[in-house]
Every structure is written in structure tokens, then in C-alpha cells.
């Protein structure tokens, strides 16, 4: 069977999100240990501005995605098809719970959260210290899971490329042709 390619909507929403993902992670680990200052500060505001964008993206694209399926994938072993679709589920929930545990553990220690210094949004849980310091925890390992399940999509990804040599990576790429 040769699968097709995706959409080129859906394949600018994919490397969006790996480009929001892989700023957003960094910066967050960065700025944890920083001493408090204005600098800290301004980098959590950094971060709280991708949060909501990569949570936007997310609602874009699991939008996008209900609405155009993706391509049937390539041949593989039934357990690595169980895998894949396991870790792309897994991707998309942990999109949105990411930042809505961001969101809520900014609500619960008393920083409002501003998109773009803008629009400020609503915080979603009154200030709450033991719940603050709750959702720090739960934040911090839904992103190291994140880390855990984006570095097996990719080691998946470059597996069919190199190992494999199918079109699983290509067909995510805008330069496809068959």
C-alpha cells in the first residue's frame, strides 16, 4: 500500500507546534532555577504567551484533523501501529493539558496570565497556594512526559526514514512527491 500525504494545513500545524514545543520546554526549564527578577519575570510571561498559542494551535489542529483524517500509514507490525496511534493520542491530549495546567497553576498562585502583554484572560481558579504548588508538580510532569513521548515520535519517525526507508517522514514534509 503507498499512503498518501497529509494536507499542507495539517503539515504547517504539525512543525508549528514542534517549533512552539521546542521553544516553550527550553525556556521553561531555563527560567525555573532563575533568582526572582525582572528578566525571570518577563520570561514567564514568554512562556505563558506560547502556552496559550500552543494550546490554540492544538484546538486548530485536532480541529483540522476531525475534519480531514489523516492518510493511512504505512505497513507495519500490528504493535507498532498500536504504538503509534498510542503516542499520537497521547501527543494530542498532554497539547491541551499542558497548557491548561499552566494556565490553572498561573491562576492559583495569583499571576493572571496576559497573551502577547495583551488580552488578559481569565483566571480560572482563585488564588490557592497548596494547589499553586499542586499544578507546579502536575506541570512539570505532564512536560517531561511530553519530552518522553515527542522523543519517541521522532525515534519512530527517523526509524521508518533511515531503517525502513518509507515515506512516514516525507509525507509530513511540504517537498513530498511520489
Known amino acids: 500500500m503507498t499512503p498518501g500525504r497529509y494536507t499542507r494545513t495539517a503539515i504547517a500545524l504539525h512543525w508549528l507546534m514542534a517549533l512552539l514545543i521546542f521553544s516553550a520546554f527550553p525556556l521553561g526549564v531555563y527560567m525555573h532555577d532563575l533568582p ?73 498562585k495569583g499571576f493572571q496570565t496576559v497573551w502577547f502583554g495583551v488580552l488578559p484572560l481569565p483566571d480560572l481558579v482563585g488564588k490557592n497556594k497548596e494547589l499553586g504548588d499542586l499544578l507546579t508538580e502536575l506541570h512539570q510532569s505532564l512536560n517531561f512526559g511530553l519530552l518522553l513521548l515527542v522523543g519517541a515520535h521522532i525515534a519512530g519517525a527517523l526509524k521508518h526514514h533511515f531503517v525502513e526507508r518509507d515515506d512516514t517522514l516525507r509525507r509530513m514534509t511540504f517537498r513530498y512527491k511520489r
Open 36 to 108: 526572582l527578577s525582572p528578566t525571570k519575570l518577563q520570561l514567564f510571561s514568554y512562556h505563558k504567551w506560547l502556552g496559550i498559542t500552543i494550546l490554540l494551535a492544538a484546538a486548530a489542529r485536532l480541529a483540522w484533523r476531525i475534519t480531514h483524517p489523516a492518510p493511512a500509514m504505512v505497513d507495519m507490525p500490528r504493535w507498532q501501529r498500536i504504538a503509534a496511534h498510542g503516542i499520537h493520542h497521547l501527543l494530542y491530549v498532554l497539547l491541551f493539558a499542558i497548557p491548561l495546567s499552566g494556565w490553572l497553576m498561573s491562576s492559583a
